[in-house]
């Protein structure tokens, strides 16, 4: 063994020396250097947009006169706009998608843990396109003209998405990658909603990927242009991002007693995939300590729900219009156990946290099946439930967007989800590197299906 050593070392050296021998004269590819600093933090180039396209629209939605048309104008917390209003809208329809002004905030800020800001897009990982497509799209939604959001015409939404895109992809960084290294926060679930065939191939941050691409032939008949191929999106390069919570976080120390076994507010008839929600409606509305309540889409709905959710030891997340929504991240700060029927559900940070150690998933087919969930439920001990609970509070500060969130001690945590979307883009990185390499050798004319990626 040790003769083995001994040999070893000169063939090395010369291998290294001839290595340097044979150097390219150019630097060798960007790419290569993540290879061999595996724990260096991300490199984010800033795409370059106008103002108007991120804090310019928080200017405009700030002086909007009008309340929410699709809300009371009593329930509009923004307008008027209070004195010491939020950065961000506090409008719920919104502020649950919020994850764009902090990810863009983490970006301008001096120390961000997780990441490197570049001036030189030639030295950057990714490139982050700092548009806020959720506002964008909801300004449209509840000040446009009713019905232009589909439409390109009369749409401001779709200018600014049209004026994000062409400015994007006529950049080299574009050119470089196909735009497999671009970053868009899309997470409401209509952001960009005309142009994503074209932003496909970049790193799309998404709360689910309900209603993005078509599944089979039976929805793409269907008027859904506005849908992708189901190759296009993937959690190989895309990254789920937690909506934010709207109710107040409730700290482990404040814990008191759950009367109610379950609990659910909602509306019980939902257009689109609704069908499981009135099921297990009508499957759990009679049973004693499970708490079904239709709400109220103002301050009285919320009581309602911080009342229930502090009260009860599981918290019901059936799929609605889309596999996830806001109630999850409300249900983890209110220390409720989440529990969670939607078979094709996607989850933030998957692998870096087991949300089995935390929640409950039961099947779509088990959910149905009349007395069985409210069984499983009363099932689980005390002792169970308690380590659920101590779970919950240890992840509650993952799920927290707003830097300005302090733990039960007092102190601003510095790790909440802004760090953990990062460290997700990181985790992604060499598999967006491998597929812009793979795509770069591809001659021209070169024709192959779309594969599939998904998991
Ligand atoms: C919320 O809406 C319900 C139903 O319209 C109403 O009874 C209640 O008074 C409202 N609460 C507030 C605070 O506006
Ligand atoms: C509840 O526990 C009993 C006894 O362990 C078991 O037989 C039953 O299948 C469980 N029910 C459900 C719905 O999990």
């Known amino acids: 063994m040790k003769q083995l050593t001994v040999l070893a070392v000169p063939i090395i050296l010369l291998l290294l020396s001839l290595s340097f021998l044979f150097r390219p004269t150019t630097p060798p590819s960007l ?11 991300l490199r984010v180039y800033v795409a370059d947009l106008p103002r108007a396209l991120n804090y310019g629209l928080l200017d405009l939605y700030w002086s909007l006169p009008a309340a929410d048309s699709r809300i009371q104008a009593s329930s509009d917390p923004d307008h008027p706009p209070p004195r010491n209003h939020p950065p961000y809208p506090d409008n719920p329809l919104i502020k649950q998608y919020s994850a764009e002004y902090w990810l863009l905030a983490s970006l301008r800020a001096p120390a961000t843990a997780a990441v490197r800001v570049v001036a ?7 490139v982050f396109v700092p548009f806020f497509a959720t506002l964008s799209a909801e300004m449209e939604l509840g000040w446009g003209t009713k019905g232009a959001f589909r439409r390109k015409d009369g ?26 290294d671009h970053i868009f926060v899309l997470t409401d679930p209509v952001a960009m909603w005309h142009v994503r065939t074209e932003i496909a191939p970049a790193i799309l941050l998404v709360v689910d990927f309900g209603g993005w691409y078509k599944l089979d032939s039976k929805f793409a008949s269907r008027d859904s242009s506005y849908m992708i191929q189901h190759t296009q999106v993937s959690l190989l390069k895309d990254v789920i991002v937690p909506y934010t919570h709207l109710l107040p976080t409730l700290h482990f120390s404040e814990n008191k007693d759950r009367p109610t076994l379950l609990y659910f507010k909602g509306a019980k008839h939902r257009h689109r995939g609704g069908l499981v929600r009135e099921k297990l409606w009508d499957l759990l509305d009679n049973e004693p300590d499970i708490v079904m309540e239709e709400g109220f889409p103002n301050a009285t709905g919320r009581e309602q729900s911080i009342k229930g959710m502090r009260a009860s030891e599981f918290c019901l997340h059936p799929s609605g219009d889309t596999p996830t929504s806001c109630r999850l991240f409300d249900a983890i700060a209110s220390l409720c156990i989440p529990v969670i029927v939607s078979d094709g559900v996607e989850l933030p940070f998957e692998g870096m946290i087991d949300y089995t150690e935390f929640s409950i998933f039961v099947s779509v087919s088990n959910a149905m099946r009349p007395k069985w969930l409210a069984n499983h439920l009363r099932n689980i001990s005390k002792h169970e439930k308690d380590e659920f609970r101590r779970n919950l ?15 039960s001690r007092g102190s601003a945590h510095p790790d909440g989800a802004v760090n953990y979307i990062w460290k997700k883009i990181h985790q992604k990185l060499p598999m967006i590197q491998e597929a812009v390499i793979r795509e770069k050798r591809k001659p021209d004319g070169t024709s ?8």
């Open 31 to 41: 790419y290569s250097r993540q290879a061999f600093e595996p724990d260096r933090r």
């Open 155 to 180: 749409n401001e939404d779709y200018r600014r998405q049209r004026e994000v895109v062409d400015r994007v992809t006529s950049h080299p960084a574009w050119r470089r990658s196909g735009g497999r």
């Open 393 to 407: 509070a240890h992840v509650q500060p993952m799920f927290e967007y707003d830097t300005s969130y302090s733990n």
């Open 448 to 455: 192959i299906p779309l594969r599939c990626h998904c998991t």
């Open 120 to 126: 030189d897009w030639r030295e950057a990982d990714v």
